[in-house]
């Protein structure tokens, strides 16, 4: 057994130390807002917090979450409060198939966190996340949106 914090609570997992995270959280705690897409951290759907830092939980190893503070797209909002890029994502209808978007929401919030006004030369480093809809003008509105809000 690993006990791991996510979203705020304490919670045993059952699963080998090397598992990958996105696993653990999607089959051992249930929370399948966080998707599988590529499993070799390039497309960015799997992507979490770890200590407030965007992650792409599909090659992090259940041991290496183990006493630090795991954010999945459930644990976003606060209080029945959405964070300010999920109400950016719905205001600027950002999702079309939607299968990407939680990851990339945790991408724009940990972008947000580190810089509240990001450029869009910022954006284009940091959210690496891939949408095969191909929402990318819409996100960068988004982006540009919440970071004023």
Known sequence: MTRLTINGRSL??????????LWALREQVGLTGTKYGCGIAQCGACTVHIDGKAIRSCVMPVSAAVGKQVTTIEGL????????????????????????????????AALLKDKPRPTDADIDASITNICRCGTFQQVREAIHAAAKA
């Open 12 to 21: 045993e997992v059952n699963v080998n130390p090397s598992t990958p995270l």
């Open 77 to 108: 909002a606060a209080n029945g409060v959405l964070h300010k890029v999920q109400k950016a994502w719905g205001d600027h209808e950002v999702p079309q198939c939607g299968y990407c978007q939680s990851g990339m929401i945790m991408a724009v």
